[in-house]
């Protein structure tokens, strides 16, 4: 029953709120990595690193060393910025800052990132219109994801 209830649960949270889990847009072969600290013992080798809702106030620009990521999910954390570092990753082809409410807008260093395809930028209540628009605009080739669309 308990498991019911959670589940249940779950499913009105993503219905109320229109967050979709896009990870699942990302292909990639490989394992997740949930820690950035497990990813870095073997960095070359890791394609999808998952470190969403982690409290996080920062990220480190250790990140950088993660030269094939493909899948980056930063979703819900506490973070205001992204280190410039993020601008290292060639390979990588999926962002996720949903839900990220301590930033202003989205950071410059994602608009350098030559191989994003989907930039998740949903659940952000407090930005204006502009800044989506803006998003939009300054990536033309990637599918940018707002509001809770899929």
Known sequence: ????FILSLVIVFTVTTGFVDMMSDCVSDGATFYSLADALKNPTEVKKLDI????LKTV?????KLTNLECLDL???????L???LALLKN????NIAGTRFMAKVPEVVFT?????????QDHPEWKQAIFDDAVAKLPEVRVIVLGEE
């Open 83 to 85: 280190p410039p570092e």
């Open 60 to 64: 480190s620009g250790d990140i950088g």
């Open 52 to 55: 969403s809702m982690s409290k």
């Open 113 to 121: 990132i030559p191989s994003l395809q989907i930039l998740d930028i």
């Open 75 to 81: 979703s819900f954390n506490t973070f205001s910025t």
């Open 92 to 95: 990588l082809k999926y962002l």
């Open 1 to 4: 029953m308990r498991k019911i």
